[in-house]
């Protein structure tokens, strides 16, 4: 939480700085270069595109300028209205730079987004075209070898499945006015259907499940229920090799229902359990495993719109992502339906 705005700690440090340095030398400086120098934490800021926190540095900036130089000093009161426009020019200079910054990280966003779509797609579809293209020529293999082609090309398939997916149900997302067509859910079932996905194989070597036998009916929204367990199981997949174990338990609780993802893997840093959900966002050491970098931030907008909360944390030799459904809606109105 706090690592992502590290930098409005720093532009305050360098404030600060700035700020000591203009008073002991201010007989040495004029009163315009005092000004300049006090731009300097306010573009830093405005480089991240952040207009609150522009507005927020360039306010302590105007501040502090306005009580320790412009005259009458140590007073907010101001005797010439000159000085006002720098005022103006400090809040002005930050919002052009914030506005400039945003629209360069709007478009970096979508060069990430084409170069990703491009990648994750292309890989599956030369491995389907690929599999093909040996079951066409060659009729004589043998009947594993067949299996074996077919079953890439049905993982390939559904890596591509997923994508599409994970972008429709972000354009779904976004809507603001989005209605959840709620509906009971078994979860046991979302789970088994969401495991279609997957390598058969891989499911029975990894994979152990843990679901209450005392699970209640879950109202929500199927559809987006499904996408949000098979994205946590593509992520526990892609991140554990083949020979490390991965299990997902549900847990039925008074108030509602607690899902956890577990896959033995190497710890996170704590920075990357910050950001993990963040929109894009890739781990360091990620870039010979496929992803878009959406998946978690679906899941996270998925549960929110659950009204629940995921979080990742580190846990004995691997990595959970803890899901908090609560119960929107009491079993009791399903019987009181059914009568």
């Known amino acids: 939480m706090f690592h992502r705005y590290n930098y409005i700690l720093t532009a305050l440090v360098v404030l ?137 090309i049905k993982n390939g398939s559904d890596r591509m499945n997923r994508l599409i997916n994970n972008l429709l149900d972000n354009a779904r997302l976004k809507d603001k006015h989005l209605e959840l067509k709620m509906e009971w859910c078994d979860l046991e079932d979302i789970l088994g259907v969401a495991l ?37 199981l593509d992520n526990a997949f892609k991140y554990s090799n083949q020979t490390k174990q991965i299990s997902v338990t549900i847990t039925q609780e008074q108030k509602g229902v607690i899902i956890a993802f577990f896959n033995e893997s190497n710890p996170l840093k704590e920075h990357n359990l910050e950001t993990i959900f963040d929109k894009f966002y890739r781990l360091e050491n990620a870039n010979d495993i496929s992803g878009s970098g959406i998946g978690l931030f679906i899941c996270q907008s998925i549960v929110a719109a659950h009204h629940g909360k995921i979080k990742a944390y580190n846990h004995e030799n691997g990595v959970c992502f803890e899901i908090t459904l609560p119960r929107l809606k009491q079993l009791s109105a399903l019987q009181k339906e059914a009568e």
Not at 83 to 90: E, H, P, T, V
Not at 112 to 137: A, F, M, Q, R, V
Not at 204 to 232: I, T
Request: glycine share 2%.
């Open 196 to 232: 279609q996905d997957f390598d058969e194989a891989q499911i029975q070597r990894s994979l152990r499940l843990h679901v209450d036998a005392k699970l209640e009916l879950f109202w929500g929204d199927y559809n987006l229920l499904v996408r949000l367990f098979a994205n946590l």
């Open 16 to 152: 600060g700085v700035i700020t000591l340095i203009s008073v002991v030398f201010q007989d040495y400086l004029e009163l315009v270069n005092i000004a300049l120098i006090h731009l300097i934490p306010i573009i830093f800021v405005a480089l991240r595109g952040n207009f609150s926190a522009t507005a927020l540095i360039a306010f302590i900036a105007i501040l502090l300028f306005n009580v320790l130089y412009v005259p009458p000093v140590y007073s907010f009161s101001v005797h010439d209205a000159i000085y006002l426009w720098s005022f103006a020019i400090f809040l002005l200079v930050g919002y052009i730079i914030t506005a400039q910054a945003k629209k360069i990280q709007t478009n970096e966003i979508r060069d990430i987004l084409l170069n990703t779509l491009s990648h994750d797609l292309k890989t599956p579809l030369s491995s389907i075209l690929g599999s093909i293209t040996l079951l066409l020529e060659d009729r004589k293999m043998s009947e594993e070898t067949q299996n074996t082609l077919l079953q890439e």
